[in-house]
């Protein structure tokens, strides 16, 4: 877990923690101005249909109210803990619950995105290693409402450490068991020893989650990666395997694996997201009406080799299998909205919607499909691996 020096603490949040604050009182104040504005920039930029730039102002409003509203409600439960580390960690799983269904209510409200999600049913109980995708700014809700929420999990981050400048990330996130992770490598067995005690004494409500491939996925980006294998043929092999996914980094994931308690692993693959890896790609409009796809896998303890070289060729053949379910189930392509708008995406009718979801609304099907698709739960369950 993270530990740091309490004045660098206190330090950086008596500058985020304020500036969120003000920075929600002068939106709020200023925001029929900015919405005015907005229209009048999405008039030049002729995505008037899509109402991008108004979308993205109402988004960052949404995003420094739920910020706000967290931060008060963290406040008000460090006083009545009386800082307490026992009691504030166990009371900080709801907070946390909550504020990840808020920001996830006003993503999917304000960009009209539906959510369908596959092989529900194998999250199950814990206790569990997640590994997951990344591919976009958007999908680190995913974990928070289709796992923690949904499933009562109380998940343990690998998250890098420039997310601290969150208020709400930086102050939950210490009260709870995760690890904020210096990426520069000035200190890596540290860092891998860190990452390794957040599996202790794991219940089986609880996870770990990390994100193999250390960043967000994009296509240059495999480019590069590629371009800096070419002395590793190995690597750069197993690389070019991969159309859709970054090559997993080693050092977490095969240090979780051989820390107690042995556990099962899931997979998180999603589609949908693709190319929005910056707030400039979301304000080009194309995100809006987009149907994201989820899709989980579940390897059983016992199927997992022992050793770190086999661990590695299992790791490579579940990315793998990611990566071919990612090719056939890639959205076509939405470029077009760009240009011309957004158009409606499909949604099931009213009667078979799901009537509770990850954050408390009628519009996710997750619910509806897990019945369809459990009959092939254990199916694939028993050919995981």
């Known amino acids: 877990m993270t530990r740091e020096p309490l004045l660098r ?3 950086r949040r008596a500058l985020t923690v304020p500036a969120v604050c003000v920075g929600f009182v002068l939106a709020l104040a200023l925001f029929p101005l900015l919405a005015l504005v907005a229209l009048a920039v999405d008039l030049a930029r002729g995505t008037l249909r899509s109402l991008a ?3 993205l102002i109402t988004f960052f409003l949404a995003y420094l109210f739920t910020e706000t509203f967290g931060l008060l409600q963290l406040f008000a439960l460090w006083v009545r803990c009386l800082g307490n580390a026992e009691r504030l960690e166990r009371h900080t799983w709801p907070v946390q619950r909550r504020y990840v269904a808020m920001h996830f209510f006003f993503v999917r409200a304000i960009y009209r995105l539906d959510f369908q999600v596959e092989s529900d ?3 199950g109980k814990g206790p569990l290693l997640v590994l997951i995708r990344h591919s976009s700014i958007v999908d680190t809700l995913i974990p928070g409402v289709f796992l923690a929420n949904r499933h009562l999990l109380e998940l343990r981050y690998v998250l890098k450490k420039e997310l601290l400048v969150d208020p709400c990330l930086d102050v939950a996130g210490h009260w709870l068991p995760n690890h904020f992770v210096s990426r520069d490598g000035s200190d890596s067995s540290k860092e891998i020893d860190a990452v390794r005690a957040l599996k202790a004494n794991l219940r ?6 990390l994100y193999p491939e250390g960043t ?6 495999r480019a590069r990666s590629l371009e800096r294998l070419k002395n590793d043929p190995v690597a750069f092999e197993r690389a070019s395997r991969l159309q859709h996914l970054l090559l997993p980094r080693p050092g977490g994931t095969l240090a979780l694996l051989d820390a107690a308690p042995a556990c099962d692993v899931l997979f998180v693959g999603h589609t949908g997201l693709e190319g929005f890896s910056t707030f400039k790609d979301i304000w080009s409009g ?6 994201i796809h989820l899709r989980f896998w579940r390897e059983s303890a016992a199927s997992i080799p022992r050793s ?5 060729e299992w790791l490579q053949h579940c990315w793998e299998r990611m990566d071919a379910w990612l090719s056939k189930t890639e959205p076509v ?6 240009a011309t708008g957004w158009t409606p995406s499909s949604s099931a009718p009213a009667s078979s919607r799901a009537a509770w979801c990850c954050s408390g609304c009628s519009r996710c099907v997750c619910a509806t499909r897990a019945s369809s698709i459990s009959s092939g739960a254990s199916a694939s369950s028993s050919s995981a691996g």
């Open 216 to 221: 967000r996925f994009t296509a240059a980006k």
């Open 333 to 338: 392509s939405e470029a077009p909205l760009r």
């Open 204 to 209: 089986e409500n609880q996870g770990v989650l």
């Open 53 to 55: 730039t108004t979308r």
């Open 308 to 312: 770190d070289d086999a661990r590695l």
């Open 121 to 123: 049913a194998l999250v």
């Open 9 to 11: 603490r206190l330090a």
């Open 286 to 291: 194309g995100l809006v009406g987009r149907t």
